[in-house]
């Protein structure tokens, strides 16, 4: 069935890229509603669906746009919400970018569990893969594979780091999301940093909310899983799927795509719903 939550909940702190202060509040929606933001700093308040259909360049990060209107940043509590089965809410913003809080969504999965998951009375709405899809760039890609449960596989390589090649695998379900995926956090390497700063990008972060690799050791935090990069990469993607607006069942593959190719596929599913519900 359909979900939502019991209580609503906030959780604030400096946004990733902007640097600027947010407060992010996400409310208990009725059955049907699915996910929806709502930028309350502005004077009417808009809104902008959870949706892959309103995805906007930009770069190292999702963004959602309509009317003019944006919401940066909103893949860690988007993979929160879908992980732990959070169907229906509205989302408060008070900025047009996310707070970046630890660099994962355990924050958010830590608010869903003393909030409390209600279950709603309607079936849970759900795309089933029935035949292979795939999205490629160069040597990165996504694709999605027939399957009987959403499953995660993630590949990644950042030769002459500590990083270095790495893949992991999940099946998601609100007990691996929280233990396993939820709390890894998202990592940069040490010569990226400067380059990133310098074209206005991550203003808000550090290594409290980041991992840093650099060629043969960890600056700051060091990972919790050996895998934790790739963990993360997962995390992102599944933040990403959860703009199709459906559960999908399958079996989605990738390696080095990032975010213009998970939403990308996010989209392609979204369409395929639309044209077989």
Same mark, same amino acid.
């Given at each position: 069935?359909?979900?939502?939550?019991?209580?609503?909940?906030?959780?604030?702190?400096?946004?990733?890229?902007?640097?600027? &202060?947010?407060?992010?509040?996400?409310?208990?929606?009725?059955?049907?509603?699915?996910?929806?933001?709502?930028?309350?700093?502005?004077?009417?308040?808009?809104?902008?669906?959870?949706?892959?259909?309103?995805?906007?360049?930009?770069?190292? +990060?999702?963004?959602?746009?309509? %009317?003019?209107?944006?919401?940066?940043?909103?893949?860690?509590?988007?993979?929160?919400?879908?992980?732990?089965?959070? %169907?229906?809410?509205?989302?408060?913003?008070?900025?047009?970018?996310? &707070?970046? @809080?630890?660099?994962?969504?355990?924050?958010?999965?830590?608010?869903?569990?003393?909030?409390?998951?209600?279950?709603?009375?309607?079936?849970?709405?759900?795309?089933?893969?029935?035949?292979?899809?795939?999205?490629?760039?160069?040597?990165?890609?996504?694709?999605?594979?027939?399957?009987?449960?959403?499953?995660? +596989? /993630?590949?990644?390589?950042?030769?002459?780091?500590?990083?270095?090649?790495?893949?992991?695998?999940?099946?998601?379900?609100?007990?691996?999301?929280?233990?396993?995926?939820?709390?890894?956090?998202?990592?940069?390497?040490?010569?990226?940093?400067? /380059? @990133?700063?310098?074209?206005?990008?991550?203003?808000?972060?550090?290594? %409290?909310?980041?991992?840093?690799?650099?060629?043969?050791?960890?600056?700051?935090? +060091?990972?919790?899983?050996?895998?934790?990069?790739?963990?993360?990469?997962?995390?992102?993607?599944?933040? %990403?799927?959860?703009?199709?607006?459906?559960?999908?069942?399958?079996?989605?593959?990738?390696?080095?795509?990032?975010?213009?190719?998970?939403?990308?596929?996010?989209?392609?599913?979204?369409?395929?719903?639309?044209?077989?519900?």
């Amino acid at each position: 069935m359909q979900q939502t939550l019991k209580l609503a909940f906030s959780l604030s702190g400096p946004a990733l890229h902007s640097g600027d &202060p947010c407060r992010v509040t996400v409310h208990p929606a009725p059955v049907g509603t699915g996910r929806w933001f709502v930028r309350t700093d502005l004077v009417t308040f808009p809104k902008v669906p959870a949706l892959a259909d309103h995805m906007a360049p930009t770069a190292l +990060s999702t963004k959602l746009e309509a %009317d003019g209107v944006s919401v940066r940043t909103p893949e860690h509590l988007m993979a929160a919400l879908l992980g732990m089965g959070i %169907d229906n809410c509205l989302i408060e913003l008070d900025g047009p970018e996310l &707070p970046i @809080l630890d660099g994962s969504a355990a924050p958010y999965v830590t608010e869903i569990q003393k909030s409390g998951v209600l279950a709603q009375d309607q079936p849970r709405v759900a795309l089933r893969i029935t035949e292979p899809l795939s999205i490629w760039d160069r040597d990165r890609f996504v694709a999605i594979f027939p399957a009987a449960e959403l499953k995660i +596989s /993630y590949g990644i390589d950042f030769p002459g780091t500590v990083i270095g090649a790495q893949w992991t695998s999940w099946v998601i379900n609100p007990e691996y999301f929280a233990v396993q995926l939820a709390p890894a956090r998202t990592f940069t390497t040490l010569d990226q940093v400067a /380059y @990133l700063k310098a074209k206005g990008l991550i203003q808000g972060g550090s290594l %409290d909310c980041a991992l840093v690799a650099a060629s043969d050791h960890w600056v700051g935090q +060091s990972p919790y899983w050996p895998d934790e990069p790739a963990r993360h990469k997962a995390l992102d993607l599944l933040g %990403d799927l959860a703009l199709a607006g459906v559960y999908p069942l399958g079996h989605v593959v990738a390696y080095k795509a990032g975010h213009d190719l998970h939403v990308r596929l996010a989209a392609q599913l979204r369409q395929l719903f639309q044209v077989n519900p």
